[in-house]
């Protein structure tokens, strides 16, 4: 392993790893503006609060369906051309969101950047693994995580903001024009090249590395945390209604702790070499938050205290997750193991908004987030690493 005279990794500050993290924010910039801002340019049109929220749906289906199918594309076309395509179609149709705002063409639009954002998202986190030397995984993992978070931090609470100062086009145009750029960055992203199919005059079969069985305990792990960071932002302003500094705040130090512990958890675990570790260490932190969020109503300062503990645990579930599942998966196999972390990631946060929402409708938001904290508590102790 080369390393800098600072003792960091070479391939950590290499060209195409960070033109790898520039396009990342760039498509992840143009996605997180618009989550905020289509729902309410569906529900201004006239679709009502089901519609706004069907967009987001639509959106989410469509991202994880596409995942299912990124690995073989991977494997067929490559990395590159994948991640291309995807931020391209994430950005293209995002424009003519402004042409009307009924519930029929938005919800084809969000589809259609739903296949873009699955196909951007994998290629995107399998591209970590394979431009960096796996003892460089974690914290490798970790700027991609900032790369991710950071327009998020700042996208996310400023999308309705935006509105009132672009309207709503200019902020499909923006929303639009961001991943387009980071296509273009991709180009200049030089990806691993596909290992030539073996010819049937030679002697000796091309060797092959069989699939590894994935690891129960990341996908767990992500599915648990995932679900309450995603319950946490959906229903804090119906928790706290009156509180409108704290819930800003919650929504804020959320995606701040995520941020934060995924980069504790990253060089942590390129120093202990043991990925997976953290992972109840990060269920039992994301626990101890959604009780904080439980007596958000007697204290308003609970509910940021606890949003904060509920993203620093997801953050460091995420990076040792993505780092376990590479490491399990093996280099042959690094595309399966980045669409299992990403659906993982995906499907918990729309079980944290359905799923929670249909527990607090008959029997309240102290059910909900109870029940959560409950699974998580379970969670922690069947996702303990096991010696090998």
Same mark, same amino acid.
């Given at each position: 392993?080369?390393?800098?005279r ?17 396009? $990342?924010a ?7 503006? /618009?989550l ?12 009502? @609060? ?10 989410? %289906? ?6 299912l ?5 991977? &494997?067929?076309? !490559?990395?590159?051309?994948v991640?291309v ?5 994430l ?37 970590v693994? @394979?431009?960096v @030397?796996?003892s460089?995984? !974690? ?22 903001a935006?509105?009132? %100062?672009?309207?709503?086009t200019?902020?499909? =145009? ?19 090249? &596909? ?12 060797? &092959? @590395?069989?699939?590894?069985r994935?690891p ?20 804090a ?6 509180? $409108? ?9 959320t #995606? /701040?702790?995520a ?5 504790? %958890? ?19 932190c994301?626990?101890?938050? =959604? ?18 503990a ?13 780092? #376990?599942?590479? #490491? ?10 980045s669409?299992?972390w990403?659906? %993982? ?11 929670l ?28 690493? &096991?010696?090998?």
């Open positions: 392993m080369r390393l800098t600072w003792g960091v990794p070479r391939s950590l500050s290499s060209l195409p790893f960070r033109l790898l993290l520039a396009s $990342t760039l498509a992840f910039g143009g996605y997180a503006l /618009l905020p801002v289509v729902p309410l340019w569906v529900s201004r049109g006239g679709s009502g @609060e089901f519609g706004a929220g069907l967009s987001t749906g639509v959106l989410m %289906a469509a991202t994880v369906g596409t995942q199918l990124v690995p073989a594309m991977l &494997r067929r076309v !490559g990395h590159r051309p991640l395509v995807g931020s391209l179609l950005g293209l149709p995002t424009p003519l969101l402004a042409l009307t705002a009924d519930l029929g063409p938005v919800l084809a639009i969000s589809a259609v950047r739903g296949l873009g954002f699955g196909m951007a998202t994998v290629a995107g986190s399998a591209l693994a @394979e431009l @030397e796996p460089a995984h !974690g914290r490798a993992a970790a700027r991609y995580g900032y790369a991710v978070g950071l327009p998020q931090l700042l996208f996310l609470p400023a999308g309705v935006v509105v009132d %100062a672009l309207g709503f200019g902020v499909f =145009l923006l929303a639009g024009i961001t991943p387009v750029a980071g296509a273009l960055v991709v180009a200049f992203v030089r990806g691993p090249r &596909r290992a030539p199919a073996p010819r049937r005059d030679d002697a000796v079969p091309h060797p &092959r @590395e069989p699939r590894r994935l129960a305990a990341p996908v767990l792990a992500m599915l648990g945390c995932s679900t309450a960071q995603g319950g946490v932002i959906t229903f302003p119906l928790v706290a209604p009156g509180a $409108t500094v704290a819930v800003p705040a919650a929504l804020f130090a #995606a /701040l702790g941020l934060l512990g995924r980069g504790v %958890a990253g060089t942590l675990t390129d120093r202990s070499g043991r990925p997976g570790a953290l992972l109840p260490v990060g269920t039992a994301a626990t101890v938050g =959604l009780l904080g969020v439980l007596a958000a109503p007697f204290a308003s300062v609970l509910l940021v205290a606890g949003a904060a509920v993203g620093a645990g997801f953050g460091l579930v995420q990076n040792d997750a993505m780092v #376990a599942l590479f #490491a399990a998966a093996g280099p042959l196999h690094y595309g399966p193991a669409a299992v990403n659906i %993982a990631y995906d499907a918990g946060t729309g079980l944290g908004a359905t799923g929402g249909a527990i607090a409708e008959p029997f309240g938001f102290a059910a909900a987030f109870g029940t959560t904290a409950a699974v998580l508590f379970l969670l922690t102790p069947a996702v303990r690493r &096991r010696r090998a």
